[in-house]
Every structure is written in C-alpha cells, then in structure tokens.
C-alpha cells in the first residue's frame, strides 16, 4: 500500500477508505503514465495509463523500476540512485528530459520524463510523469516529410531560375572567351606561328579572354556566397542534453536490444555553441549509421564520449563494432553521393560535414578501439554558461 494511506491509516482510519477511493481515482483517471517509487527504485504505485503504456499487469509493483529502461540506464539506474541520494546532485529529477524507455515485449519508444520528490516518514519518494512521444514524433516527421516536399518544389523552382540567371551571367563572358580565342587562333596562321604584326595582337587577345575567364570565376564565386550566406541561430546549449536526446531518438524502433550502449561525456566540455537542431541532426545521422553497421555483428557496443580538443573546441566520437569502413569507401566517405547502402543516396555524411564545418569544426572517421569505425568531430565550446 502507498505509504502515503498509511500515514492517514495510522493519524486517522476514518479516513482510510476515502484515501484509498482517491488513490484509485487518480491512478486510473491521469493522462499520462504515473509511477511512484521509493528509494530502493522498488515500485509503489502504477497507473493505468502506465499499464497500457508499458503492457505490464498488477505485477510490476513490487519490482525495480528499472525494468522499464533500455541500457545503459537500465544496468547503472541503481547507481544514479545512490548517487543522488549521497550527492544531492540531480540530472533529471526536478529537471525532465526527453528518453527512451522499455515495454514488457523488449521494444523501446521515446519518452518525455518528469520526476517529482516528497519526503514521508518511511523515507523519500520519487513520482514520475511519462508522455509517450511515439504519435508526437509520427506527427513531426509527417510534417516534416510535408515541409521537405514543398521545400524540394521550391528548390526546383529556384535552381530553374539560378540557372536561368547563371547561363545569362555567363554567357557573356564565355561568349568573350570564345571569340578572343578563336581570334588569337586566326592570327597564328595556318602554321601556328604568328608574323611579327600579329604577335602584340595574340598576346592581346589572350590577355582579355584571361581576364574573361577570372570573371566567369567570378560570377561563380560571388553566387556561391550569396547562397551560403545564411548564418544558423547558435545559442549555448548543453551537450549531454544534445547527445541523450539525439540517441533516445535514433535508438528507437532499432530493434537492438541486445547492443551494449555507452554515453561517456566529460563534464568539463559541456557547454558548447550550436544550433542544436543542426547538431543532433549530425549526432542522429552517426548513432543511425552506427547501429546500421552493426546489424549483422556477433558483438554490438556503441559508445559516444566526448573530450578536450584544445583551442576551444571539444571533440564527440562516437564509436562502434561494426564491419569497419573499406578503403575505397573510407577515400570518399564525406563526398556526396557516395554510399555503401543498398538504398542510401550518400548525402547523410556530406551534409554532417557541411553542418560542422559550418559551425567551425571538423569531421573526420579512424578504426574505433571495438573493431568498427569512430566518427570523430570537434564543437566550439561556449566562453560562458547559460542559465537554464
């Protein structure tokens, strides 16, 4: 029994029977799923929206909560306890965060959690408020799938009026290359040597289609940053918060229940400057690639840590056990359109390059230490901590 009523068992029995009535209420009318437990993590209460969220029974009260977490929260929950409780130090408690979490079947989904404390006379007890993301996130990539084909209509539409506008700016000097060289090519002769009224004539032309030629370079090079010009919204953000968000979402519905995932970030390096959106893109690509890698691997271990790098920056790897990147592939990982899937396109690495590289940094792969391939790449990190 909740330790709560048996508090009002013990001050009033009277009103044990309406406590119970409002216990059962609660637990059976909340929206999203509630679990209550205590400081041993056992189980206390659970609701229904908990039940049919997790598909447990009546069963799960008594256990560990741990077993409605994936790894690695599910081996190192008791420790984060023990670590709160000598500490004080919360990392979601009072806090929330988006994660994943475990049904009785085995397969994960992505959760938004909130956990709440009260202190009774049996001890403290922790009270934790769950929203399945899993119809939020359909409904997003819907959207986004909707947002992604007006913007690919819009690009088309664009790209037929730059290169209108491109073959306009060019071809006047192309045009001008090709006469000042057809031109130098009558004055040399049918010998190909020219006579000496010819030769300040030659060198002219050569001259101007020379500078015609820089000017085409010209055109090329200014539309080129006409169009990289938009600068992404970079604000100070919290890289563990990046990283677990980012892995909560790649790891869902991967099916890689028995892969050994590891989280190692120093807290040193934390703080760092981005756009999150741009850079948990980046995070998911590698996580997704990772697990990809793995699929057909006797021993799956996936560890993304971060560290130092020096001058500012810090640098996040993220590393598997997979089959390893070939040599010909490895030559033309970052270049677009180059892929080892079956139905990949190879833009996915491309675009993570120009993303970091946007943001200041590098991306590069070596062989990881379990015998799979590390994605290396370095982040500014932020000069000062941002509240919140």
Known sequence: ????????????????????????????????????????????????????????????????????MPNPDRDRHDSYMQHYMDT??????????????????????????????????????????????????????RLNDLQGELSHISRVSAMGSLASALAHELNQPLTAIASYAEGARALLGEDGTPTPDNI???????????????????????????????????????????????????????????????????????????????????????????????????????EVRSRPAGRGLVEVVVSDSGSGLAPEVAAVLFQPFNTSKEKGMGLGLSICRTIVEAHGGRIWAEPSDFGGTAFHFTLELAEEPQDG
């Not at 044990?16 to 056992?42: F, R, W």
């Open 1 to 68: 029994m909740c330790p709560f009523i048996e508090q009002q068992k013990h001050a009033n029995p009277a009103l044990l029977h309406s406590a119970e009535a409002l216990q059962n209420t609660i637990l059976a009318t909340v929206p999203d799923a509630m679990i209550v437990i205590d400081e041993a993590g056992t189980i206390l209460l659970f609701s229904e929206a908990a039940h049919r969220m997790f598909g447990y029974d009546n069963d799960v009260v008594g256990q560990n909560v741990r077993i409605l």
């Open 88 to 141: 004080g130090e919360a990392h979601i408690i009072g806090i929330g965060r988006i994660t994943a979490a475990r049904r009785r079947d085995g397969s994960t989904f992505p959760i938004e959690l909130a956990i709440g404390e009260a202190h009774a006379e049996s001890g403290r007890l922790f009270t934790g408020f769950i929203r399945d993301l899993t119809e939020i996130q359909r409904a997003e990539r």
């Open 200 to 302: 300040d004539m030659v060198r002219e032309a050569l001259i101007e289609a020379s500078a015609e030629a820089l000017r085409a370079g010209q055109i090329v090079r200014r539309l080129r940053e006409f169009i990289s010009r938009g600068e992404s919204e970079r604000r100070v953000e919290r890289l563990r918060r990046l990283v677990t968000e980012a892995a909560a979402l790649a790891l869902t519905g991967s099916g890689q229940t028995g892969m050994d995932f590891d989280i190692r970030l120093d807290p040193s390096v934390d703080q760092v400057l981005c756009d999150r959106i741009q850079i948990q893109q980046v995070l998911l690509n590698l996580i997704r690639n990772a697990v990809e890698a793995m699929q057909r691997s006797a021993r799956q271990q996936l």
